[in-house]
């Protein structure tokens, strides 16, 4: 493989954990965030069908995708990152319908103002969380920040992003309700939103990983392989090592 100086910006994004850790972020953030949070919200009293099945429906898809990463993290550390961004659409999306359903079923709203308007404001987020992901890789502000170097750009654009995104969701609901408690819930519901929005823009990483395979192989020689071929590569360069040292 023909090997290349890598650039700070490139050696920035190409940080990755490890298959295992890849595994037990799905199993926190999978029954966490999704089931235990969002699923449950959708699920509770009173039950809105075509709420409930907008949201089962991608949550069933999500759970199925992610028995593979599972059992198999090694083999499939690439492709993970693709299912990591899906997943945190789908969670972000259930954590939209769970507040429309906060609006919807206590205060017996009529219409399509409130989901029209919280849509918008859904699109708008992912949207600004993958604009902010590729703003920050390529003005550097990952490497800078990975070093431990002070950078002006981070905290601004994430900070605007979730307040403005807090702050739409909570004044969308108090035009339909009048309770302090439901507009609390649609508050932590939208601030965790922020957080698995930021999720998907492992989408992008992805991407960026098919784009530069011969990049990754430099830096991680074994990555994507099973791992009873990384424990025999592994095993081979030791024994290299030794001989070398002889």
Known sequence: MK?????????SYLRFQSPSENRSNILVFLFVFLDI?????????????????????PVIFIHLWAIPYVIAPYTFERSYYLFFGVFGVINTFVYFLAIQKLIYSHFQIIGIAPLVLGSILFASLLLIMHWMNIRLLYSGAYSRLQKGEKTVNLSPIASATGIGYVLGQVILSSF?????KILMISGVLSILSVATAYFSTSIHKYIYIRRNVEKVKQVYPQFGLPKNERNLIEGKRKKGKRHEQA
């Open 37 to 57: 949070i969002g699923v449950l919200f959708l699920l509770g009293e009173p039950l809105i069908p075509s709420l409930f099945w907008g949201g089962i429906i």
């Open 3 to 11: 090997q290349e100086k890598l650039d700070d910006i490139t050696l």
């Open 176 to 180: 339909f309700v009048e309770s302090v």
